[in-house]
């Protein structure tokens, strides 16, 4: 069983900067690969971006956050990053960590379990 608790969200003006964090507690953390996705008021959760188990350059991004965002992680202290640059109003929502649990698809939720219980940006014009 793995347990996992974001932190980092907060108010922001766009164009700054925020750097989620995402501490796991139980299970093998290093062995699983990590994503990041986000549900804004009414509408579905999507996907961000997600990372390999021995992260290095396998990342993966949505189009909307490329060249803005990046994922990272620290297996020796069990915690995965989301650096968010150069944020926008859009970027406002509950911001969410999962282990990517099943085969298939990074870019789709139901390929993940283990859900973190969320943190809230908002991105003020």
């Known amino acids: 069983q793995v347990q996992l608790v974001e932190s980092g969200g907060g108010l922001v003006q766009a164009g700054g900067s925020l750097r989620l964090s995402c501490a796991a507690s139980?299970?093998?953390?290093?062995?699983?690969?990590m994503g990041w996705f986000r549900q804004a008021p009414g509408k579905e959760r999507e996907f961000v971006a997600a990372?390999?188990?021995?992260?290095?350059?396998?990342?993966y991004y949505a189009d909307p956050v490329k060249g803005r965002f990046t994922i990272s992680r620290d297996n020796a202290k069990k915690t995965l990053y989301l650096q968010m640059n150069s944020l926008k109003p859009e970027d406002t929502a509950v911001y969410y960590c999962?282990?990517?649990?099943?085969?298939?698809?990074?870019?789709?939720?139901?390929?993940?379990?283990?859900w973190g219980q969320g943190t809230q940006v908002t991105v003020s014009s």
């Open positions: 999962a282990v990517h649990y099943y085969s298939g698809s990074y870019y789709s939720p139901t390929k993940y379990s283990y």
């Open positions: 139980g299970g093998t953390f290093s062995s699983y690969d």
């Open positions: 990372i390999s188990w021995s992260g290095g350059s396998s990342t």
